[in-house]
């Protein structure tokens, strides 16, 4: 019997815009979490970009440290060497930023390594692909400058690897840094 039920009342709704939390379902019902993540307790952070959607790349690492891009494309999976998704950087205008990078930063002695998927398009000079810091306080920075990877701590001497990174090809790139031995 539905005597025992008040009579409906009509509620508006009106759309919004809404962001979500890492690992939370979104409104189309795709979880954003990294795919295939393997995470252990060293993980710091941890961007797998494959949100495929918006203007915010998820940190699954311990930082949590959301970034915003700017003139970015995202990529489908067909256009990836992994995973489902990626971001296109333009190697003008685009990045990734952070008002907050405290859980980020790194001493020179530190012990960690940098690793990530990229594919380049020319050998431009002194592309900057991972930064921390501004113009008056670099913490370190990984950059490619043409077509080679080189990483350095504060305004130290930047370190360059022997081999040159391909063009037209998805190259995985990785820094170990060991203390002082990059």
């Known amino acids: ?5 008040s ?7 009106r759309t919004s815009s809404v962001s979500f939390p ?9 979880v954003l979490r990294g795919y295939d993540l393997q995470l252990d307790e060293n993980v710091v952070a941890m961007w797998n970009m ?5 203007e915010s790349v998820y940190d699954f690492g311990s930082s949590a440290t959301t970034l915003s891009a700017t003139d970015t494309r995202w990529l489908k999976k067909f256009d990836c060497p992994a ?9 003008n205008s685009s990045k990734l930023q952070s008002a907050t990078t405290v859980d980020l930063a790194f001493e020179p002695t530190a012990t960690m390594t940098v690793m ?17 810091g501004n113009d008056s306080n670099l913490n370190y920075a990984l950059l490619i400058d043409s077509g ?12 360059a690897c022997t081999s040159t990174i391909p063009i037209d090809a ?13």
């Open 1 to 5: 019997h539905f005597d025992r039920f």
């Open 83 to 91: 995973g489902v998704g990626g971001l296109r950087f333009n190697g």
């Open 50 to 54: 494959d949100e495929s959607e918006n």
């Open 148 to 159: 080679v990877v080189k990483f350095g701590f504060n305004d130290s001497q930047l370190r």
């Open 116 to 132: 990530m998927w990229v594919y380049l398009f020319d050998h431009a000079s002194n592309v900057p692909f991972l930064v921390r």
């Open 170 to 182: 998805w190259t995985h790139v990785a820094v170990q840094i060991d203390g002082p031995d990059v």
């Open 7 to 13: 009579e409906g009342v009509e509620i508006p709704v």
């Open 22 to 30: 890492r690992g939370l379902a979104n409104i189309s019902g795709r």
